[in-house]
């Protein structure tokens, strides 16, 4: 994908209704999010050398994301609701039955694909007694995006993606998409 990753914390911006003060109304278009390729995948081994199937501690994978718009207040904004699904698998190397996953929403410019807001999250996943596999829906992230004469929903993009330091992106690149 084109977008490049920014790895400096950003602060959430809610984005509030801006543009057309008319009483107009408008067809809900929905600004379509992605899944970052190279940001779908996360894996952690524990401390050291040794980077192999012994080692790994959990495995993720973002498997998708599911969601939709509404109209804002006043036809000014568009506000979107979206939830993240995760895949997660225990390696030999797991310690405990909790895992952290953290992960972001960030919203861009179509077209400059400038960064407009982006919001951290972390999911905890929580593994039963003997399972290796978890498959686990975020709870709903909502965004509202002013749109009116200036701005449509089509100028935006939405990315979700693992908070990735630069290791984890190296691994990622290396292996390529799965």
Not at 67 to 93: H, K, M, Q, W, Y
Not at 115 to 130: D, G, K, M
Not at 138 to 149: K, Q, W
């Amino acid at each position: 994908m084109g977008w490049r990753f920014v790895l400096a914390a950003l602060p959430l911006l809610t984005l509030m209704g801006c543009g057309d003060t008319g009483d107009t109304r408008l067809l809900v278009a929905c600004p379509r999010p992605s899944l970052l390729a190279e940001g779908a995948d996360l894996t952690r081994y524990r401390p050291g050398p040794v980077r192999d199937l012994t080692a790994l501690e959990w495995d993720a994978r973002l498997t998708g994301i599911s969601g939709g718009c509404n109209p804002g207040r006043g036809n000014r904004s568009i506000d979107v609701t979206l939830s993240a699904a995760f895949t997660v698998e225990r390696g030999a190397g797991a310690e405990g039955r909790v895992v952290d996953l953290p992960w972001f929403v960030a919203v861009v410019e179509a077209e400059s694909e400038r960064i407009l807001a982006r919001q951290n999250f972390v999911e905890r996943v929580t593994f039963a007694r003997n399972e290796m596999r978890v498959t686990v829906d975020s709870v709903p992230v909502s965004l509202s995006l002013p749109v009116g004469e200036a701005r449509r929903a089509g100028d935006y993009r939405i990315f979700v993606s693992f908070q990735l330091d630069e290791e984890d992106l190296a691994l990622n690149r290396r292996r390529g998409p799965r």
